[in-house]
């Protein structure tokens, strides 16, 4: 068993942390006047019940997971891209001004460019933040962060503006997308596009990086010890370009499926802060790209739960924002308390 | 373009004959879905007033319930899709954005009634609803003349969006009205809600001179920076006495308890149909709260006539002459601007201090 703890620490701490949390949200239920058990039903179980559960499910994690593996092989590097929020942004800018631009002739091409635009667009926006930091050495937390807030206001000024639709009546939005620029439905009746497809693509192709590649190899270098990588010629100014392009294009790509699938035109708020989520998401699975699959299906299932909550149980939004605090808290908590043990020590007293 | 096909009338009929007791079957459950979490003022509270005067008006012939803070993004289909399935018989989606939402979820759910707050589009299933809110900010307008030393006023306002550069224009045209040299400074703050910005806001403009301050947010923060710095304010959504009670002058108020009532009445006697309203002072949609103590007894007469006569029609905010910030003509006198072109609004008229 001893030897079995390094091993198993790792997988039993999450599911210990759900099954506190868990507790906790019954308790808190209970202190609501609600019955505990159907509570925990609806948040954890109800959402999943059918396929359009599952549709729904997988709809919202995607862009989780999309922002989350980039992030995740930046940090690997120490390359903190915190403006994922932003590189989705200009991703949906660039892909739907592809879409709104070729969308009405139509034709087979139209979907792969407006995806390749998103792309663009999300490692463009993260590349600016490349050069700043290699170029001027701003550091790329604030750049990213402060981006963020740029792109989210030019998305703002351009469905007010240059890509208001003209039928509007002056609102805030653009076109709907015409059909070819639209992802198409994994099945019929779902809202899940194959926008999913790309997300659970990226979970070998993250890992493969990470492991197997000399550019993986790389990076982790430079993140682990950058005094050994410069040593061993190992570029850092090619590392941030690498994790910033990556990870931008990556959220732009997830900016552009959102916009082409569920929501399907261009409009001020497009995004829920999947960007910022996705460091959560990150840091929950352990920035390994199979455990941020699991923390991206947690945190999509504790979005619709909560909805449930609110729906069938009239329960209060912050209802649901205090069990996702829990659950955050007791698997950060699970983290440490399997890297450290606490012991106490009585003060001696010193002489 | 509205189509007003009968087909919800047979069942109704049904319903009639079976006597007037709303209550004798199951309730009509009703959902509503909001933009923000409730608070306790604001565009989302004024929706949450009239659900719950919806519940105390119709006691058992109803069941509602509400989700709030639903994002305007892919999110909302989600929702409203499972009100819906979970077997909501109207569901009224308040904010904007839910436009496509709705009307996706209306076409797959055609025994179910739809009500989307200040949208255009619409179904055999799906009405649309709104205020003139501008015409509460005409009076405000006249209002914060009244008051006003400087003739200069503040107004912290979120998006130019037809809806806001129609308060603006309407409170410009109403101060203007007593005081043809009145200016409107507008500072937008690019968000719904968001207290520190609009606190921000504010400050700049008292202290660009500005002695009477409204704003088209969502927050409080106008109204209780005006009361520390000892300047009025005219509130929007709800009424802020509480946050200003030495300065809050009133507020232009959003009411939609009868409107909501009405509609459900007509959904359980079966005469709900999709039509588009945009009422107004005379349907009671928009008010004024009630004055501060600090307004004069004539200025409260003055004001009230201009609400009563917005309210017989006889008077109408957009109202020829009216020219734009350069001077361009844009309704002549005797004319008044058609309902399209109001709604449609994207300039802004002289005396406004701002761009777009």
């Known amino acids: 068993m001893a030897v079995l703890a390094p091993v198993l620490a790792p997988v039993l701490a999450p599911v210990l942390a759900v099954v506190l949390a868990a507790l906790g949200a019954a308790l808190l239920f209970a202190a609501l006047g609600r019955d505990p058990l159907a509570c925990l039903h609806t948040l954890f179980i109800a959402p999943l019940a059918d396929r359009n559960g599952w549709s729904e499910l997988a709809l919202k994690a995607t862009p989780l997971l999309l922002c989350a593996i980039g992030i995740a092989v930046g940090v690997r590097a120490n390359v903190w891209n915190i403006g994922a929020e932003g590189q989705f942004t200009m991703g949906a800018i660039a892909g739907g001004a592809t879409a709104l631009v070729l969308g009405p002739a139509g034709g087979w091409y139209v979907l792969p460019l407006v995806l390749l635009a998103g792309i663009a667009g999300g490692a463009a926006w993260g590349g600016v933040a490349a050069l700043l930091r290699t170029r001027f050495n701003a550091h790329e937390i604030l750049v990213t962060l402060m981006l963020s807030y740029v792109a989210i206001q030019v998305l703002g000024w351009l469905v007010r503006g240059p890509m208001q639709d003209p039928e509007g009546f002056n609102f805030p939005q653009s076109r709907l997308f015409d059909p070819s620029a639209l992802l198409p439905a994994l099945f019929e009746g779902g809202r899940v596009t194959v926008a999913a497809v790309f997300a659970v693509l990226t979970v070998p192709l993250g890992a493969l990086l990470l492991g197997r590649t000399v550019m993986g190899y790389r990076l982790r270098v430079v993140g682990l010890a950058p005094g050994a990588a410069r040593y061993a010629g190992f570029s850092e100014r090619g590392a941030v370009w690498f994790c910033l392009l990556l990870s931008g294009g990556l959220a732009g790509l997830a900016g552009i499926c959102e916009v082409a699938g569920p929501i399907g035109q261009l409009m001020p708020s497009i995004s829920p802060g999947y960007g910022f989520a996705g460091i959560i998401v990150a840091f929950l699975g352990r920035l390994q790209p199979v455990g941020i699959v699991f923390a991206s299906l947690l945190m999509a299932l504790l979005y619709l739960g909560g909805e449930s909550l609110q729906i069938t149980q009239q329960l209060p939004l912050a209802a649901t924002g205090v069990i996702q605090g829990m659950l955050l808290l007791f698997l950060l908590a699970a983290d440490v308390l399997t890297l450290y043990r606490p012991r106490w020590v009585r003060r001696r007293a010193h002489g | ?356």
Request: charged share 20%; hydrophobic share 45%; aromatic share 10%.
């Open chain 2, 1 to 356: 373009m509205l189509s007003r096909r009968s087909l919800l009338l047979v069942p109704a009929a049904a319903t009639l004959a079976a006597g007037p007791a709303y209550a004798a079957t199951a309730p009509l459950k009703i959902a509503f879905v909001y933009v923000s979490p409730i608070g306790d003022a604001g565009w989302t509270f004024q929706h949450e007033l009239g659900r719950r005067a919806l519940d105390a008006a119709m006691g058992a012939a109803v069941k509602t319930s509400f989700v709030e803070n639903v994002e305007e993004g892919a999110d909302a289909e989600r929702v409203i899709r499972k009100l819906a399935a979970d077997g909501n018989d109207l569901i009224f989606t308040t904010s904007f954005g839910y436009m496509n939402p709705t009307l996706k979820v209306a076409g797959s759910f055609p025994s179910k009634k739809f009500e989307h707050a200040t949208g255009y589009k619409r179904a055999v299933n799906l009405a649309t609803y709104s205020a003139r809110f501008y015409e509460g900010r005409y009076a405000a307008g006249v209002l914060a003349a009244r008051m006003s030393k400087t003739g200069v006023f503040g107004y912290v306002a979120a998006f130019p969006i037809p809806e806001v550069l129609q308060g603006i224009n309407a409170f410009t045209l109403g101060a203007r009205s007593v005081n043809p040299k009145a200016a409107t400074k507008v500072v937008w703050t690019s968000s719904w809600f968001d207290p520190g910005k609009e606190r921000a806001a504010a400050d700049t403009l008292i202290a660009g001179g500005a002695d009477v301050i409204t704003h088209h947010t969502d927050s409080t923060s106008v109204a209780q920076a005006a009361e520390e710095k000892g300047v009025f304010s005219i509130a929007y959504n709800s009424d802020q006495s509480k946050y200003g009670p030495k300065t809050c002058l009133t507020a232009v108020t959003h009411n939609w308890n009868d409107y909501y009532i009405a509609r459900v009445k007509a959904a359980l006697g079966g005469t709900w149909k999709s039509i588009d309203t945009w009422g107004g002072v005379k349907e009671g949609m928009t008010r004024l709260a009630p004055y501060n103590a600090a307004v004069p007894d004539a200025v409260r007469k003055e004001v009230d006539g201009v609400m009563a006569a917005i309210g017989a029609g006889t008077r109408k905010p957009f109202a020829g002459p009216i020219a734009d910030q350069d001077g361009k003509a844009k309704v002549a006198a005797g004319q008044a601007m058609a309902d399209k072109d109001i709604a449609e609004m994207k300039w802004f008229v002289a005396g406004v201090q701002g761009k777009i």
